[in-house]
């Protein structure tokens, strides 16, 4: 905790003698410290503090109160996302169902309810769920004219397509990613896994 209290005093540009989490710990100010871990997961994703980041979001959201939904549901998508990202497939399905009853309107949350699942999906071999998923997120991101998660969902469906062998459907996606690679549509995502690498070199050889 004394790892992240000091990294959240430096990025947050808090004074020496303040301690945020603890802070908004001790006093149980819910909201306070769902904002904190909402917004602090990525960093700690980043960083690598998996199991301190998920100890210190599961601690806020054991707190009495509940806090409003929105920022609930940012720190129960980091929950979800931070049990992935440790290969614990069973807790990020916990975090992510308790997540899906809480984040039903059209949100940054929901989006990543719904890739996550798909992950999971994915890893299960569940391809048909995972495409399922993956559609719902695409949908949701045109809606909400998100193109970097637009990008980000044609790029699980086509990872989804490649490993099922479709690598005509995979390229196709991949094709209409790119759209949203261009720098005025705020960017694209990487393609990091092997699946994403082997679409690029297909769309290479065409």
Request: glycine residues 10%; without cysteine.
């Amino acid at each position: 905790m004394k790892r992240i209290n000091g990294h959240v005093k430096r990025h947050l540009g808090q004074g020496p003698n303040k301690d945020p989490l603890s802070w908004a710990s001790e006093r149980k100010e819910v909201e306070v410290a769902l904002k904190l871990g909402g917004a602090l997961w990525w960093f700690w994703s980043v960083r690598g503090y998996h199991s301190e980041g998920r100890r210190w979001l599961e601690a806020a959201l054991a707190m009495v109160g509940r806090g409003s939904p929105e920022v609930r549901a940012m720190a129960l998508a980091g929950v979800g996302s931070l049990a992935l990202e440790q290969g614990e497939l069973d807790r990020a399905q916990e975090g992510l169902e308790v997540l899906e009853h809480e984040a039903r309107e059209a949100s940054e949350a929901k989006l990543r309810l719904l890739v996550w699942l798909g992950w999971v999906a994915w890893q299960r071999e569940e391809h048909d769920q995972a495409t399922q998923l993956y559609k719902e997120s695409l949908a949701l991101s045109r809606e909400m004219s998100d193109t970097w998660w637009i990008a980000s969902s044609l790029s699980n469906l086509a990872t989804v397509s490649l490993s099922l062998g479709d690598s005509e459907r995979a390229t196709e996606l991949y094709e209409e990613r790119q759209v949203y690679a261009d720098p005025s549509s705020g960017g694209a995502p990487p393609l990091r896994t092997r699946f994403g690498k082997t679409v690029e070199k297909l769309r290479g050889t065409r």
